[in-house]
């Protein structure tokens, strides 16, 4: 049911056990703490198998982006609603080995190319912690707008980065 897409680097896929280990040290880390992190692994695996779970609920999710060559699991990409989101976004979360190769960059175009050509979507956005430069350049380099703040119970103030519609994209 998780289709399998492909980028010019990596495969993005339906998540495997054996890619928990390293899903499960990316979210126990620092580096998780503007994804509600760090967790331990027992909420880790709660979280892995919701990837999997919102494919089958919502009908479109997330991928692990994996290398295209070695399989290896770099990060989490794609199309997110948790239940409290005022919309869809496009959320990437790259492990230790995917950072800074241009990897969620081109894992989100994938999955934003597959929200507007396979499932027909008009507009998408990223939410994005207002700490979180990284993410924000990232945006920023999609084409996306500042396009006002979400207040989230948790996690607080959230940017939303409106993403270029298809129209837009194809002008």
């Known amino acids: 049911m998780i289709p399998t897409l492909t980028t010019e680097r990596l495969t993005l896929r339906a998540p495997a056990m054996s890619d928990f280990d390293a899903y499960a040290d990316f979210r126990a880390s620092e580096r998780a703490s503007f994804v509600g992190g760090p967790n331990t692994r027992m909420e880790s695996w709660q979280q892995f198998c919701a990837i999997a779970g919102q494919w089958v ?6 991928w692990i982006a994996a290398d295209r060559e070695t399989d290896e699991p770099l990060g989490v990409v794609g199309l997110h ?6 919309e869809p976004e496009i959320g990437w979360s790259m492990f230790a080995a995917g950072e800074g190769r241009g990897l969620a960059y081109e894992a989100a175009l994938g999955a934003r190319d597959y929200a507007y050509r ?3 979507w008009t507009t998408v956005v990223s939410l994005i912690d207002p700490q979180n430069e990284r993410s924000m350049a990232l945006g920023a380099r999609m084409g996306c707008r ?6 989230h119970p948790v996690f607080g103030p959230l940017h939303i980065w409106r993403h270029p519609s298809p129209s837009e994209l194809a002008a």
């Open 57 to 62: 609920v919502r009908g479109y999710g997330r």
């Open 81 to 86: 609603h948790p239940l409290e989101w005022p």
């Open 118 to 120: 396979t499932l027909g």
């Open 146 to 151: 500042a396009d006002g703040v979400f207040q």
